[in-house]
């Protein structure tokens, strides 16, 4: 069964960083993407980042650019969001989804083949 299961969420002042992990389960990242949306109560969900090993790929809206850096070890099937310089304007519940590719990140058609639970990142002013 194709699983990922999101950790490390939280609150944190304006400035701060955040680590979100991403364990995944019964697939390898060379049959998957890897990317996270984020969701804010009365808005759309958006996707904010995406890592895929073959191809090489790595994604970043452009609201996260700059700030935000996604990483995979392949070892531990777990993928990272290093959230940093973050604002008030980050706070979403985040999801980890597992792809055929990132263009569904990038708000492109796509198939999504695992979705987390999420994880609540608050960002205080």
């Known amino acids: 069964e194709v699983q990922v299961v999101e950790s490390g969420g939280g609150l944190v002042q304006a400035g701060g960083s955040l680590r979100l992990s991403c364990a995944a389960s019964?697939?390898?990242?060379?049959?998957?993407?890897i990317g996270w949306f984020r969701q804010a109560p009365g808005k759309e969900r958006e996707g904010v980042s995406c890592?895929?090993?073959?191809?090489?790929?790595?994604y970043y809206a452009d609201s996260v650019k700059g700030r935000f850096t996604i990483s995979s070890d392949n070892a531990k099937n777990t993928v990272y969001l290093q959230m940093d310089s973050l604002k008030p304007e980050d706070t979403a519940v985040y999801h980890c989804?597992?792809?055929?590719?990132?263009?569904?990140?990038?708000?492109?058609?796509?198939?999504?083949?695992?979705w987390g639970q999420g994880t609540q990142v608050t960002v205080s002013s």
């Open positions: 989804a597992a792809s055929r590719g990132c263009a569904i990140f990038a708000g492109r058609s796509g198939y999504i083949g695992a």
């Open positions: 019964g697939f390898t990242f060379d049959d998957y993407a």
């Open positions: 890592v895929s090993r073959s191809p090489e790929i790595t």
